[in-house]
């Protein structure tokens, strides 16, 4: 659980008593847009823009992006469902494609999955996991697709001395319960290019050309959404991303631990990572499934990260029929159970080792003696 306090409880009293809720409309310069400053500088962007939801920042990301009908966006198999949702909202079609060991999306899987009508792709750096942004990044540029990372459950993560979410053409966050910091529901789109950033901004808010930075924009305005957050989102979000660090040390100093103790034991692996240095979560594989301790849960077992568990995605459904993505996609897109069977494999054989960020380092050296 997050560390949460009287820093927080202050910071929405001052948003309460000011009686400014809305980040607009006298709100500029408020609390949320501290929030995004402090975010940028943290991060290493340009830009960074508050949604409702990390859902909200991966679908305004694809909308920025020009992302729509007759597309085809790739995204892994294990991943929280609202990855592959987001192509859908712009009327795109999410493609499916592999992890490998690192439970991370496959480079070369991506490669396989990539058709004509392909126009980006979707790596999740899922459980504090960085993906192999290299490879990711280069086959994006030798076949001129935008990437959009979506960091919702890695808000802080590094890979290779680079903050997640700024490696991509996009990045998104979640600010959820379950997050790395929170507030009870949000998000974050970042970017460095300001076309981007514009066009999220103003899908975002259907009253963007009515506020103020209205005339320091170059973008057209559009028909947008409202996908805003209050000022109480904000101040929380101040307040929580002074702990970010904090937090995701403690973390690291935990999992080196674990894997410290773990790496001794010869009844499986410890999960490989993109980069160790940064490691903030472990796992275990094992060489088959049946070899799965008795006391250990796999992966697979989660359930809802598991894309045979999808149903709108699977069943292909919509909220109306003549809005269906797949009806205007180039080609027939079909789902099946089986279409991802490495994917089911090695969540079938890999256990995750949790821990809360707070344990004490006696027990987390007990809990992992005790695993073997």
Not at 206 to 222: I, L, N, V
Not at 280 to 304: C, D, H, Q, Y
Not at 306 to 334: C, D, G, L
């Amino acid at each position: 659980m997050h560390d949460i306090g009287l820093e927080e409880i202050e910071a929405v009293k001052q948003v309460i008593e000011g009686k400014q809720f809305m980040r607009y409309r006298g709100g500029e310069g408020g609390f949320t847009e501290q929030f995004e400053t402090a975010l940028c500088k943290k991060v290493g962007v340009k830009h960074a823009l508050t949604l409702n939801s990390g859902t909200s920042a991966l679908v305004a990301a694809l909308a920025a992006l020009g992302i729509g009908p007759g597309d085809e966006v790739i995204v892994p198999a294990y991943t929280w469902v609202a990855t592959a949702l987001a192509p859908v909202a712009v009327g795109a079609v999410p493609v499916l494609a592999e992890i490998n060991e690192t439970l991370t999306i496959d480079p070369e899987d991506i490669r396989k999955k990539i058709t004509p009508y392909t126009k980006a792709i979707i790596p999740v750096h899922i459980r504090n996991l960085p993906c192999d942004m290299d490879a990711i990044m280069a086959i994006a540029d030798e076949f001129n697709l935008k990437v959009v990372e979506d960091a919702c459950q890695a808000v802080g993560g590094m890979y290779k001395g680079k903050r997640l979410g700024s490696i991509g053409h996009v990045g998104a966050f979640s600010f959820n319960m379950y997050k790395n910091i929170t507030c009870g529901e949000g998000g974050a789109l970042l970017t460095d290019d300001n076309k981007i950033y514009e066009r999220a901004l103003i899908y975002h808010d259907t009253g963007a050309y009515t506020r103020d930075h209205a005339s320091e924009m170059s973008e057209p305005f559009f028909a947008g959404l409202n996908l805003r957050v209050s000022e109480i989102q904000g101040a929380l979000l101040g307040v929580q991303l002074k702990r970010l660090d904090g937090f995701l040390d403690a973390l690291r100093e935990r999992t080196a631990l674990a894997k410290s103790i773990l790496k001794s034991s010869s009844a499986f692996n410890v999960t490989a990572h993109n980069d160790p240095e940064s490691a903030a979560s472990i796992s275990m594989t094992f060489e088959t499934k049946e070899e799965v301790k008795e006391n250990l849960s796999p992966l697979i077992n989660s359930g809802r990260h598991v894309y045979t568990n999808w149903e709108p995605i699977m069943k292909q459904r919509v909220f109306h029929e003549k809005m269906s993505p797949y009806k205007w996609a180039n080609r027939e897109i079909k789902y099946t159970d089986d279409m991802c069977p490495k994917t089911l494999d090695i969540l079938e054989r890999t256990c995750a080792f949790d821990f809360p960020f707070d344990m004490p380092m006696e027990e987390i050296k007990q809990k992992a003696e005790e695993l073997f």
